[in-house]
């Protein structure tokens, strides 16, 4: 099973158009945004291999109920 690409063209070059799937909204709170802001200046590599898999939302859902 084959999905086509689509390409956009950005002046000289054709670049895929890439669409991340939707994630569920979450609401982190203050001490969230914290911790998100701690593990993307502290873990820049955690950060983005967790955004990028689309398992962000889900660390935080993990990390809040662990904290309640």
Do not use: F
């Not at 950005?10 to 802001?37: A, N, S, T």
């Amino acid at each position: 099973m084959a999905t086509k690409i689509t390409y956009t063209q950005q002046g000289d070059y054709l670049l895929p158009d890439l669409k991340l799937p939707e994630q569920p909204k979450v609401e982190i709170g203050i001490w969230g945004k914290r911790h998100l802001r701690y593990i993307k200046n502290h873990h820049p590599i955690r950060y983005t291999n967790l955004l990028t898999s689309c398992k962000l939302t889900t660390y935080y859902a993990i990390c809040l109920q662990k904290k309640a």
